[in-house]
């Protein structure tokens, strides 16, 4: 498992897919603009057709103020995001037999595990979320919209190959044989993962990109994709809007031709 690198996106490579990440943000300078007329095209491969999120908050700190509070926080971004205009914006990637709609939360779960360390690598993550699938009653089993958010403590990075989130990236979506589908969102505890943000707000930036990515290509490269500019929400990282009182990122839409 490797990254590969540019200054616009970068793929956590697998077994020839890529899991899609949100890039750093960037002085503008140094980030490569869209291809001319990005176009996202649809390759055949699964949607989340009314997604449903379950988060998890791994590590100890969130059972402790003051993150004790910012999980309530990001459950409440995710009831009131799921039933409202965001989703309703992805209706125009919908294809016959898979009608993008409205979501829900499921629930949520914190895992206290000795297991995480200040770095973990998307390996311990994926075998943590098939640990607690298997034996944890609290988790949902995977589903065709089943969709696992796993929020990382302060001061635990994601690594692989020599990268690192809050140096390379700051979050990612993946999945495990075609079968789970979740997101991984370390805190946001660096400038360029901060996007002058403060901390909350930046967390809803950077999981509203990686949801409205995974709900359109959950497998990645497999749904709606641009082989230049990459996902949905790849065209417009760091463009950002509120929607119901939110900090939410901007996704590209093929009808408009922009980001919206």
Not at 33 to 53: K, Q
């Amino acid at each position: 498992m490797t990254f590969e690198f540019d200054a616009r996106s970068t793929a956590l490579a697998g077994r020839g897919d890529a899991a899609r990440i949100v890039p750093l943000d960037l002085p503008e300078e140094l980030v490569s603009p869209p291809t001319a007329n990005p176009a996202l095209t649809y390759r055949s491969g699964p949607l989340l057709s009314n997604v449903e999120v379950f988060t998890i908050f791994w590590g100890s700190t969130w059972q402790k103020p003051p993150q004790s509070t910012m999980v309530d926080q990001l459950n409440g971004f995710f009831d009131r995001i799921l039933a409202g205009p965001l989703l309703e914006q992805l209706a125009e990637y919908s294809v016959p037999g898979k009608t993008i709609g409205p979501g829900q939360r499921t629930g949520s779960a914190s895992v206290a595990s000795a297991a995480v360390q200040t770095t973990v690598t998307d390996g311990a993550i994926q075998h943590m979320l098939q640990q607690q699938i298997a034996l944890s009653s609290a988790l949902p089993p995977p589903g065709p919209n089943v969709l696992y958010f796993v929020y990382l403590a302060p001061g635990t990075a994601v690594s692989s190959h020599g990268s690192r989130s809050c140096t390379s990236f700051c979050g990612y979506h993946n999945d495990i044989t075609g079968q789970i589908f979740y997101a991984v969102m370390p805190y946001a505890g660096c400038g360029g993962c901060l996007g002058g943000l403060q901390a909350f707000d930046a967390l809803t930036a950077t999981s509203s990109h990686e949801l409205c990515e995974a709900i359109t290509d959950p497998v990645p490269g497999l749904g709606w994709y641009d082989d230049h500019n990459g996902e949905i929400g790849d065209i417009c990282a760091w463009k950002t809007k509120k929607v119901d009182g939110y900090t939410v990122q901007m996704e590209w839409s093929n009808q408009q031709g922009a980001c919206v």
